[in-house]
């Protein structure tokens, strides 16, 4: 995947303003930074869920940016995982997993049941092709996401936070997954706030603030020993929420200037314990 020159304004709020970015094959790069940072649009961009203002886009081969492009022919080889798990509540996992390779791809029956099972056992999941999303955990219908994912055969994948809405003690089993797919070698660009998992899975860190790279490195270099005052300071927050001043961005970000009180804005700020569902306690 490669990015080049990227910007993507909404009106006249400029969100991305000038992303150069690529993931070579077989490479996991994580993105960190701030609520608000464009982090999710840079993804969106990425499959033309959000189209960019300008700069360009080539993912595999095939620039998604061109007028001329096959959009649904690139997007059937993005794998996308997002924080909530858009699962049809109708379908059991292994539904879920064979209807869109059905009519997407156009597989029968029997090549999408097998392509499903192998999928669900590549997540722990083998027991579960019964099982309707309701009748999951948060976890496991994550992983079932990723199952469904993975069943399209992407070329690279993309996830959005996929463990910032789950219950912490859940949050490892979706991490595992994730952890054995970057060690088969898939392609991954995962924006995310699980710092341990970014510092061992990643082989590239990047730090978005204000719609632009800020830094970018290995690991250890930018988790560990940052360059910029401004990825110190979003990694302290990060690490230690308790001890965090509330940038005044924050509020206008999350919206929740009026009716939330401090202890409200200090459970937004934790992130990856916290997903939107509980940042509207009292
Ligand atoms: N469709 C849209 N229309 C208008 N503004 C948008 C739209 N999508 C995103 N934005 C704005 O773009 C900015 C970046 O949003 P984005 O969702 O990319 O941030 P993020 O880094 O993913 O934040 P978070 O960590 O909270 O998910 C925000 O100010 C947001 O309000
Ligand atoms: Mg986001």
Redesign the pocket.
């Known amino acids: 995947m490669e990015i080049t020159g990227l910007h993507k304004s909404?009106?006249d709020?400029e969100?991305?303003r000038g992303i150069d970015l690529s993931v070579s094959p077989g490479e996991v790069v994580c993105v960190i930074?701030?609520?608000?940072?464009?982090?999710?649009?840079?993804?969106?961009c990425v499959n033309l869920l959000?189209e960019p203002t300008s700069g360009t886009v080539t993912v595999a081969g095939a620039e998604v940016t061109d007028p001329d492009v096959d959009i649904d022919r690139v997007r059937r080889r993005i794998g996308m995982v997002f924080?909530s798990f858009n699962l049809f509540p109708h379908l059991t996992a292994l539904g879920n997993l064979t209807i869109a390779q059905r009519r997407v791809l156009g597989r029968g029956k029997a090549e999408a049941e097998e392509t499903a099972r192998h999928n669900l056992r590549r997540v722990g999941l083998t027991d579960k092709e019964s099982a309707y999303p309701a009748q999951l955990s948060g976890g496991q219908q994550q992983r079932v996401a990723i199952a469904r994912a993975l069943s399209m055969d992407p070329r690279l994948m993309l996830f959005?936070?996929p463990t910032s809405a789950l219950d912490p003690e859940l949050v490892g089993d979706v991490l595992a997954v994730m952890r054995t797919l970057a060690d088969e070698g898939m392609t991954m660009l995962v924006?995310t706030?699980e710092m341990s998992f970014a510092r061992e899975v990643a082989d590239r860190v990047v730090f978005?603030d204000g719609?632009v790279i800020v830094e970018e490195g290995a690991p250890e270099q930018v988790v560990v020993e940052p360059r910029h005052a401004r990825t110190r300071a979003f990694l302290a927050r990060v690490l230690d929420p308790a001890a965090a001043e509330l940038p005044a961005a924050r509020d206008?970000?999350?919206g929740t200037e009026s009716g939330s009180g401090p202890g409200a804005q200090t459970a937004a700020e934790t992130?990856p314990e916290t997903g939107p569902e509980t940042d509207a306690r009292p």
């Open positions: 909404f009106g709020l969100v991305l930074g701030p609520s608000g940072s464009g982090k999710s649009t840079l993804l969106r959000e924080q959005d936070e924006v706030h978005m719609g206008e970000e999350s992130g």
